[in-house]
Each structure stands twice: as C-alpha cells, then as structure tokens.
C-alpha cells in the first residue's frame, strides 16, 4: 500500500475517509523493495488508496516490474494517464461493480466513474497490456456478475473478482481499516452466491479469461452453503501486507509486527514464527485477496498461475530453481 490517498467515495470502502498523508519516499520505497527481492518475495500488489496517484507510481512500478511479478490495482481513474508505466506489469485491475452506469457511479461515489472505467479497460486491452475487468462481488451486483463476466471476456479482456467483506477483527490496534458493515453490500442471499460460484465453475471450462480459480471458487461456495473455511490462513507464510509508512503485517486487521526495513532480522524469529500461528487459526474475515493467496500463495501454486496469465512467469520459475539448488547444497 504505497498511500493512503484516494480520489474516489466509494460506499462500500473507508479508506477515502482516513487518508493520510505521511509516506515513505521513493528511495526508501526502492529500498524497501531491495530487502524485498532478497527475501525472496515473487509478486508485489501495488494497491492502497489509488497507488496511481503518486507522482512518483511511474518510477515506483517501473523498479518493480525489474524484479517480481507486479500487480496494480485502479479504480479506473489514473491509468490513462500513467498508461507508459503500466506497459511493463504483468496485471492490471480496473474497479467496475455494474453495467449499469448509474448504479456503478453510485457505487463507486463518484459521477463519470463508469465511463472512464470503460474507456481505461478498452484502451489498455487495445495498448496490448495486461487488464482485468475488476468486480467487487456484493448484494448490490451479485446476479449481474455472469453478464459482467461475459461482457468483458466476449471482448476479450479478462475478469478478476473481488469479495464484499468488511472489517470484523478482533484486535483493537489495526494496522489499517477498510470497511465497516454495510447493509446495502452485505450478501445476504447465499443461494445465489453459491449458485453464482457453480456458474463460474462451469464457466470457466471454456473461457479462460475468467482468472479466479475452480479451487477459490469452491472455497467461497462452502462458506455460503456451509459456513465452512476450507482454507487456514497463511499470513506472514504466503503473504503479508506493506503500508504506506514501511510497517509489516500478516494482514490489515492486525497491528504492524515489525517495519519493512527490519524484515530480514525479524522474518525467521520465534517471534513471526507464533504470529504466523496465530493467523493459521484465525477466521474472522473473508477477503478475497487473504483467500486467494492462502490457497495459492505457495511458489508452486503462483507458478501454475503464472504459466497461464503473467508475462514474468520465469521469474517464478527461477526463483524455484534456486531455491531446490539452494536446498540441495544445505
């Protein structure tokens, strides 16, 4: 999360409400993604706020693009105009919730919002890059989610789905807050979500630009059909998050474990080691994002993914050949 910053009000979100201003420069953001890259991390999600909205999110990308398997994240707004920055990526995801513009601008709190978003994904998809038609799954959209999907993949640009959830957690120090519950996005008819992830199942046999997968799908479905998680969650194993100040988490819902530039002393500790124990037992949300990557978070899953979908495939692929060569020595 490289800001906080947002330009749009979207209803289902606080984020634009708590905007901050502190935030790491770019050199310690270039830093920050050194230590990173050493580490070992694959991929980095550039999200926040709009990350597109620092001056400086061209020079921030195009260092990252060098190095892992780079995600940006838009609510359609930006990536026109920082269009050159994003030619490199291996994803982009613009946020459009409806075909109907109106209830989409509603949702997204901001007028036009529809039409640029439309105008982004055809113009980036014409530019040969990378992009994703990026529904937030909620009450309000959940039976126009089949017609969304086909929309977008008829005219050949792929779909990636986020989950309406909002902050449940337990701990009185969040990192950050996204959302507090919201009646009008809560879903509430979970027939129709289980019959929706049944539909994009069967779906997705024949058309491949639908990139969530079966295994996601089926993971959604049993906690509609029976309040079942299928998953444990692999926070600070498969994935953890970056704010906009350096700090370190498994997740949003809980308070920072340590900063950025602290990660390498700390990142085999006893310490992170019970932290991760922690989250494993932890089921107190359902986000999307958290899911996905506690399912398919490993090296070898991100690898299967990426043969399908990522430019910088290889970069996956090399990573494990070290990592076995690595092993082989020790």
Known sequence: MITRKCNYRCRGCNVWQEQGQEELKTEEIKKGLDILKDLGVVEVVFSGGNPLLREDAAEIIDYASRFFV???YDNGSMALEKIEAL?????????IDSLDKEKNDYIRGVEGAWDRSIETLETLHKEGINVSASPTISQM???????????????????WYCLYSYDRFANKNPMFSIGKENSEFLITD?????????????????????????KVLEAIKSLY????????CRALKNFFILDQVGRVAGCHGVDYATSVFDLPTVW??????????????????????????????SPFGNLLLAREQWKNAGLLLRNERTKDSESART
């Not at 030619?87 to 946020?95: E, G, H, L, Q």
């Not at 959209?141 to 779909?159: L, S």
């Not at 979970?190 to 079966?214: A, P, Q, W, Y």
């Open 70 to 72: 780079t995600t940006v």
């Open 87 to 95: 030619r490199n990526v291996d994803f982009v995801a613009i946020s």
């Open 141 to 159: 959209n959940i039976h126009e989610i089949v017609d969304i999907t086909n929309y977008f993949t008829e005219k050949g640009i792929n779909v």
């Open 190 to 214: 979970k027939k129709g979500m289980v019959e929706l992830c049944d539909s994009l199942i069967e779906m997705k046999k024949k058309n491949k630009r639908i990139l969530l997968t079966s």
């Open 268 to 297: 085999n500790s006893e310490n992170f080691n019970r932290l991760r124990r922690i989250y494993n037992d932890c089921s107190q949300c359902a986000y999307l994002c958290y899911i996905f990557y506690s399912i398919h978070g």
């Open 225 to 232: 059909l029976e309040n079942k998680r299928v998953w444990n």
